[in-house]
């Protein structure tokens, strides 16, 4: 397994952190690769960030909405975890992609935490970390879903287990409401365009079906472009193409001008001998608070856009008049959440609680304890309510690997004619890793090429230590 290491930034403290590409279930061989960096380098990494399809299935049931062709449909790493079996050993941020257990995702839909020690982020979300400030939007751009209400409810039918991950307009206009410039921003798509400002002729050599949407300039997702041209992040992090690409935007140079830049970094998913993670050093106000916290002006804009949110068919977007109304609401509840939140490092996220496992054994589509606390404290109506049909009892996944395998032919057998192949993996149709792989390998410095040399851009920006076993 190949991994990259960038030192960047001075600091009293600098907290390492190391970001993932598509981790496709495979939280072991993810895990067991920072711990080897770790003893390698003789450092801690204080929090990993994951770029989606992180696949948190809890069992046979969240199996169901995970939309991909029924070979891919495996239940992973992710359940241990949940069950309590095994805990992260590192903080872990994660946002949504277009391969998950998207009832999952939508019972935490302002984010929360799925096991002990890991946090989803929400569809669109914003925390604070030892200083740090990381937001994130989840999902994939369709145009055809783009202006869409989420009419979505579990149980998914085949279209709609896919058009739930699809990003809605609502959720970016609630980021630009926030308009703060992150320090730290994810999202699963590219942005489109960000070729531009890397080396996009080194991209095509590697991935040459990308070679007509980048003479387009069709490869990417406007949403995330518009987010990324708003916010000006410091750092900028993507999955989904399956591929690393690193670029730098000199917002100097753009229109309009300001000051700064953008350190853009793609990675690959979790396969042998792919870049898939990367670890880093950020400036850091302190190493002391371990607390995770929800940015206190992401509330103000959670507050205001619940009186807006989307449930209706209609595909067009949010008019003058609305828009307008949902930013003046947004400063006015700014004054009301900061009364409320003094601390300003934000409002600490409740820690995780075993119990939310024990007790959801067996349930289908109930409401998730840590959204309804938040429209609790937010005073906000709780629409993200499951609706549908009545209950059907679940039951959490055998752990013995026979009846798991039994249970996933069946759900397979099932599914075959309702599952569409989606377009990345119609790019790349690798199978998974195993499970039993390990990380080791001996660690090499790569020196940084030269301008003008045959690479895709990753080592100008990002100088790199390359395991190469």
Request: include cysteine; hydrophobic fraction near 35%.
């Amino acid at each position: 397994y190949s991994f990259c290491t960038l030192l960047v930034g001075r600091a009293t403290y600098l907290m390492l952190i190391a970001v993932e590409g598509c981790c496709h279930g495979e939280l072991d061989i993810i895990y067991d690769t920072l711990q080897a960096v770790e003893r390698q380098q003789g450092v801690k990494i204080d929090l990993l960030l994951m770029c989606g399809d992180f696949q948190a299935m809890r069992d046979a049931d969240d199996l169901r909405s995970l939309a991909c062709p029924p070979k891919y449909k495996l239940m992973g790493d992710f359940e241990k975890y949940y069950k309590g079996e095994r805990r992260a050993p590192v903080l872990t941020i994660f946002i949504g992609g277009n391969h998950e257990a998207s009832n999952h995702l939508w019972e935490n839909y302002y984010g929360g935490w799925v096991a002990e020690n890991i946090f989803f982020l929400g569809y669109s979300g914003v925390v604070r970390y030892k200083g740090v400030v990381i937001a994130g939007n989840s999902g994939i751009f369709k145009e055809a879903d783009y202006f869409k209400g989420y009419t979505e409810r579990p149980p998914y039918s085949a279209d709609t287990m896919r058009s739930i991950y699809h990003v809605r307009d609502y959720e970016v206009q609630k980021m630009l409401a926030w308009g703060i410039k992150p320090d730290i921003y994810l999202t699963h798509d590219w942005p489109r365009g960000i070729y531009e400002h890397g080396d996009a002729a080194g991209l095509v050599r590697w991935k040459k079906q990308f070679a007509e949407e980048v003479e387009t300039r069709t490869l990417g997702s406007p949403a995330a472009e518009k987010l990324l041209n708003q916010l000006r992040p410091a750092y900028h992090f993507s999955s989904h193409l399956h591929c690393k690409f690193s670029a730098l935007i000199d917002w100097e140079t753009q229109t309009p001008p300001s000051k700064g830049t953008t350190r853009f970094l793609a990675l690959d998913k979790c396969l042998p001998q792919r870049s898939f993670l990367q670890v880093l050093q950020v400036d850091s106000d302190t190493d002391a608070d371990p607390t995770l916290y929800r940015h206190t002006d992401w509330l103000a804009v959670l507050k205001a856009a619940n009186e807006f949110f989307p449930t209706g068919r209609d595909n067009a977007p949010l008019d003058p008049e609305t828009l307008s109304k949902f930013r003046a609401s947004v400063n006015k509840h700014k004054q009301w959440v900061h009364k409320r939140v003094p601390n300003p490092q934000g409002h600490p996220v409740t820690p995780w609680n075993q119990a939310w496992a024990t007790d959801r054994a067996d349930y289908t589509h109930t409401d998730n304890p840590q959204t309804a606390e938040l429209c609790e404290f937010l005073e906000i109506e709780n629409k993200i309510r499951s609706t549908g049909p009545p209950p059907v009892a679940r039951h959490l996944c055998n752990s013995s690997a026979a009846a798991t395998h039994q249970q996933l032919g069946q759900i397979a057998s099932g599914i075959t004619n309702a599952n569409k192949m989606l377009d990345d993996l119609l790019k790349d149709t690798a199978p998974p890793a195993a499970a039993t792989a390990t990380a080791t390998g001996t660690l090499h410095e790569v020196p940084i090429p030269q301008q003008g040399a045959d690479t895709t851009g990753d080592d100008e920006v990002f100088p790199i230590f390359v395991d190469t076993n």
